[in-house]
């Protein structure tokens, strides 16, 4: 299984941003997924997840109202749409892949992992 992360990118506070990971290698819809993110000198941390059929997402209080989450079965992409940004959202984003049934927050039950992508919001 592989997931390849694009998206992200400068912007300024207020401003929107989205990225979008593509899993291959396995059958996208038996994986939650979820975003995490890691800003300089600080831990990974959860951002938001989804289930397999995308009727349920879960946002960590920080992001909600303002991130969305959501994913195409047919094309094994997930996204998240970011809005409202804040210079605190600055990080490197990565998708990952879990087995799961339930969307869970713990890094650990995620098995696969994409590259990585980097959102910067500055003025």
């Known amino acids: 299984v592989q997931l390849q992360a694009s998206g992200g990118g400068w912007v300024q506070p207020g401003g929107s941003l989205s990225v979008s990971c593509t899993l291959s290698g396995n059958t996208f819809s038996s994986y939650c997924m979820a975003w995490f993110r890691q800003a300089l000198g600080k831990k990974r941390e959860y951002v938001a997840g989804?289930?397999?059929?995308?009727?349920?997402?879960d946002y960590v209080d920080d992001v909600k109202g303002r991130f969305t989450i959501s994913r195409d079965n047919a094309k094994n992409t997930v996204n998240l749409q970011m809005n409202r940004l804040k210079l605190e959202d600055t990080a490197v984003y990565y998708c990952a892949a879990s087995p799961l049934s339930s969307i869970t927050r713990d890094s650990d039950s995620y098995l696969y992992w994409g590259q990585g992508t980097q959102v910067t919001v500055s003025s």
């Open positions: 989804i289930n397999w059929t995308g009727s349920r997402t």
